[in-house]
Protein backbone atom coordinates (compact mmCIF):
# COMPACT_ATOMS: atom_id res chain seq x y z
CA UNK A 1 0.00 0.00 0.00
CA UNK A 2 1.40 3.43 -0.49
CA UNK A 3 1.88 5.09 2.30
CA UNK A 4 0.78 8.29 1.41
CA UNK A 5 -2.74 6.51 1.07
CA UNK A 6 -2.92 6.62 4.96
CA UNK A 7 -2.51 9.83 6.90
CA UNK A 8 -2.04 9.14 10.65
CA UNK A 9 -1.18 11.52 13.78
CA UNK A 10 0.20 10.28 16.84
CA UNK A 11 -0.51 11.83 20.22
CA UNK A 12 0.89 10.62 24.11
CA UNK A 13 -2.47 11.12 25.67
CA UNK A 14 -2.36 12.28 29.32
CA UNK A 15 1.59 11.89 30.04
CA UNK A 16 2.34 11.30 33.49
CA UNK A 17 4.57 14.00 35.06
CA UNK A 18 7.27 12.72 37.09
CA UNK A 19 10.41 14.84 38.66
CA UNK A 20 13.34 13.97 40.60
CA UNK A 21 15.50 16.17 42.64
CA UNK A 22 18.59 17.06 44.58
CA UNK A 23 18.71 18.87 47.77
CA UNK A 24 22.53 20.33 47.92
CA UNK A 25 22.62 21.59 51.06
CA UNK A 26 21.85 18.28 52.63
CA UNK A 27 23.75 17.25 54.99
CA UNK A 28 23.65 18.82 58.08
CA UNK A 29 19.64 18.94 57.80
CA UNK A 30 19.66 14.78 57.45
CA UNK A 31 21.83 14.21 60.31
CA UNK A 32 19.18 16.45 62.71
CA UNK A 33 16.73 15.02 61.20
CA UNK A 34 18.32 10.98 61.49
CA UNK A 35 19.06 11.82 65.23
CA UNK A 36 15.01 13.02 65.90
CA UNK A 37 14.12 9.99 64.22
CA UNK A 38 15.99 7.18 65.32
CA UNK A 39 15.25 8.85 69.30
CA UNK A 40 11.50 8.62 68.30
CA UNK A 41 11.75 5.26 67.09
CA UNK A 42 12.84 4.77 70.51
CA UNK A 43 10.06 5.85 71.96
CA UNK A 44 7.54 4.66 69.78
CA UNK A 45 8.90 1.46 68.34
CA UNK A 46 5.39 0.30 67.74
CA UNK A 47 4.42 3.01 65.18
CA UNK A 48 3.53 0.99 61.87
CA UNK A 49 1.84 1.12 58.47
CA UNK A 50 -0.31 -0.95 56.36
CA UNK A 51 2.35 0.18 53.96
CA UNK A 52 5.64 -1.39 55.93
CA UNK A 53 6.17 -5.25 55.90
CA UNK A 54 9.58 -6.25 57.98
CA UNK A 55 10.55 -4.50 60.77
CA UNK A 56 10.03 -1.16 59.07
CA UNK A 57 9.35 2.13 61.07
CA UNK A 58 6.96 4.72 60.46
CA UNK A 59 6.78 7.75 61.94
CA UNK A 60 3.91 10.28 62.63
CA UNK A 61 2.10 12.52 59.82
CA UNK A 62 3.55 15.85 61.18
CA UNK A 63 7.41 16.22 60.16
CA UNK A 64 7.09 19.67 58.84
CA UNK A 65 4.67 20.86 61.64
CA UNK A 66 7.52 20.63 64.77
CA UNK A 67 9.33 23.24 66.37
CA UNK A 68 12.98 22.66 64.68
CA UNK A 69 15.08 24.16 62.56
CA UNK A 70 15.40 21.17 60.49
CA UNK A 71 11.53 20.91 60.27
CA UNK A 72 11.18 24.35 58.75
CA UNK A 73 13.93 23.83 56.30
CA UNK A 74 12.60 20.39 55.28
CA UNK A 75 9.22 22.21 54.09
CA UNK A 76 10.84 25.06 52.90
CA UNK A 77 12.81 22.33 50.02
CA UNK A 78 8.93 20.48 49.99
CA UNK A 79 7.32 23.60 48.62
CA UNK A 80 10.00 24.30 46.80
CA UNK A 81 10.27 21.03 44.97
CA UNK A 82 5.97 21.28 44.54
CA UNK A 83 6.66 24.85 42.71
CA UNK A 84 8.99 23.48 40.44
CA UNK A 85 6.71 20.00 39.76
CA UNK A 86 3.32 22.44 39.50
CA UNK A 87 5.04 25.70 37.75
CA UNK A 88 3.94 24.51 33.80
CA UNK A 89 0.77 24.06 35.22
CA UNK A 90 -0.52 26.63 36.81
CA UNK A 91 1.21 30.15 38.11
CA UNK A 92 -0.30 29.64 41.44
CA UNK A 93 -1.77 27.05 43.39
CA UNK A 94 -4.25 27.85 46.30
CA UNK A 95 -3.80 26.68 49.85
CA UNK A 96 -3.15 23.42 50.63
CA UNK A 97 -2.80 20.45 53.46
CA UNK A 98 0.54 18.97 53.42
CA UNK A 99 1.45 16.06 55.81
CA UNK A 100 4.78 14.28 56.10
CA UNK A 101 6.04 11.16 57.52
CA UNK A 102 9.50 9.09 57.97
CA UNK A 103 9.50 5.62 57.01
CA UNK A 104 13.16 3.52 58.85
CA UNK A 105 13.90 0.23 56.56
CA UNK A 106 16.60 -1.58 58.15
CA UNK A 107 17.74 -4.86 56.11
CA UNK A 108 15.05 -6.89 54.47
CA UNK A 109 12.11 -4.64 55.34
CA UNK A 110 9.93 -3.25 52.68
CA UNK A 111 6.94 -1.28 51.37
CA UNK A 112 4.39 -2.84 49.81
CA UNK A 113 2.37 -1.97 46.63
CA UNK A 114 0.41 0.90 47.65
CA UNK A 115 -0.55 4.10 45.97
CA UNK A 116 -2.04 8.04 47.89
CA UNK A 117 -5.43 8.60 47.29
CA UNK A 118 -7.19 11.52 47.93
CA UNK A 119 -4.06 13.69 47.16
CA UNK A 120 -2.70 15.47 44.45
CA UNK A 121 1.00 15.12 44.49
CA UNK A 122 3.32 12.94 46.49
CA UNK A 123 7.04 12.47 47.34
CA UNK A 124 10.02 11.21 48.63
CA UNK A 125 13.29 12.43 49.76
CA UNK A 126 16.04 10.19 51.19
CA UNK A 127 17.98 11.27 54.30
CA UNK A 128 20.20 8.24 55.37
CA UNK A 129 21.03 5.32 52.79
CA UNK A 130 23.50 2.48 53.11
CA UNK A 131 26.78 3.50 50.88
CA UNK A 132 26.34 0.09 49.62
CA UNK A 133 22.72 0.56 48.79
CA UNK A 134 23.47 3.62 46.43
CA UNK A 135 25.31 2.08 44.50
CA UNK A 136 23.96 -1.52 43.90
CA UNK A 137 20.08 -0.74 44.28
CA UNK A 138 19.66 0.12 40.34
CA UNK A 139 21.25 -2.77 39.16
CA UNK A 140 20.28 -5.24 41.47
CA UNK A 141 16.66 -3.45 42.00
CA UNK A 142 17.14 -4.03 45.52
CA UNK A 143 16.52 -1.10 48.21
CA UNK A 144 14.72 0.89 45.33
CA UNK A 145 11.23 2.58 44.97
CA UNK A 146 9.51 1.06 41.77
CA UNK A 147 6.71 2.43 40.02
CA UNK A 148 5.06 -0.11 37.95
CA UNK A 149 3.44 0.29 34.54
CA UNK A 150 -0.18 0.21 35.33
CA UNK A 151 -1.66 0.65 31.94
CA UNK A 152 -3.94 -2.62 30.68
CA UNK A 153 -2.24 -4.19 27.69
CA UNK A 154 0.39 -1.67 27.10
CA UNK A 155 2.71 -2.84 24.97
CA UNK A 156 0.37 -5.12 23.52
CA UNK A 157 0.20 -7.37 26.39
CA UNK A 158 -1.85 -8.11 29.32
CA UNK A 159 1.06 -8.18 31.63
CA UNK A 160 2.66 -4.45 32.85
CA UNK A 161 5.27 -3.11 30.14
CA UNK A 162 8.07 -1.81 32.29
CA UNK A 163 8.73 -0.63 36.12
CA UNK A 164 10.59 2.64 36.56
CA UNK A 165 12.87 2.47 39.30
CA UNK A 166 14.53 4.84 41.37
CA UNK A 167 17.83 3.90 43.30
CA UNK A 168 17.71 6.01 47.10
CA UNK A 169 20.65 8.71 47.41
CA UNK A 170 21.39 10.67 50.53
CA UNK A 171 19.76 14.60 49.55
CA UNK A 172 17.90 13.41 47.04
CA UNK A 173 14.42 12.87 45.79
CA UNK A 174 11.66 12.44 43.49
CA UNK A 175 8.18 14.21 43.35
CA UNK A 176 5.05 12.16 41.26
CA UNK A 177 1.36 12.22 41.00
CA UNK A 178 -0.39 10.30 44.21
CA UNK A 179 -2.28 7.61 42.55
CA UNK A 180 0.97 5.84 41.11
CA UNK A 181 1.17 2.71 43.08
CA UNK A 182 4.65 2.26 43.96
CA UNK A 183 6.78 0.21 46.52
CA UNK A 184 9.68 -0.08 48.11
CA UNK A 185 12.39 -3.56 47.72
CA UNK A 186 13.59 -5.04 50.60
CA UNK A 187 17.55 -4.86 50.54
CA UNK A 188 20.07 -7.03 52.53
CA UNK A 189 22.65 -5.19 54.51
CA UNK A 190 24.34 -5.43 57.95
CA UNK A 191 21.68 -5.07 61.18
CA UNK A 192 22.96 -1.57 61.53
CA UNK A 193 21.91 -0.19 57.85
CA UNK A 194 19.55 1.84 57.55
CA UNK A 195 17.69 3.38 54.50
CA UNK A 196 15.36 6.50 55.93
CA UNK A 197 13.23 8.68 53.73
CA UNK A 198 10.87 10.89 54.06
CA UNK A 199 7.61 11.20 52.44
CA UNK A 200 5.13 13.43 51.83
CA UNK A 201 1.25 13.97 50.40
CA UNK A 202 -0.01 17.13 49.11
CA UNK A 203 -3.64 18.51 48.13
CA UNK A 204 -4.77 21.82 47.12
CA UNK A 205 -8.37 23.40 47.66
CA UNK A 206 -9.28 27.51 46.84
CA UNK A 207 -11.72 26.39 49.94
CA UNK A 208 -8.83 25.88 52.42
CA UNK A 209 -8.95 29.36 54.99
CA UNK A 210 -5.05 29.86 56.11
CA UNK A 211 -2.30 27.64 54.95
CA UNK A 212 0.38 28.31 52.40
CA UNK A 213 0.31 29.39 48.87
CA UNK A 214 2.84 28.28 46.59
CA UNK A 215 2.90 31.47 44.11
CA UNK A 216 5.28 30.25 40.66
CA UNK A 217 8.76 28.84 42.28
CA UNK A 218 8.50 30.99 45.20
CA UNK A 219 6.68 30.05 48.30
CA UNK A 220 5.24 31.93 50.57
CA UNK A 221 3.69 32.23 53.87
CA UNK A 222 0.00 34.12 54.24
Known sequence: MNDKMVEVSKLDLYPTRFMGFRY?????????????????????????SYSIGGDGWHSNYNLTDLDYDWSRELKQ?????VADYSHEQCEIL????????A????????????????WYMSGVYYVKVPEELE??????????????????GACGTMHEAATFKIAPREGEGAVFP???????????????????SI???????SRMEGGDVVAGQKTLNN
Open 178 to 196: SWMPHYVTPYQGSPNDLRI
Open 94 to 101: PNFKLETW
Open 77 to 81: LILQV
Open 135 to 152: KTALESGHGSISFPDTRA
Open 24 to 48: NQYKKMNMKIVKYLLKKRDEEPDNQ
Open 103 to 118: MVIPSGAYSNLHSHPG
Open 199 to 205: SWNIIFD
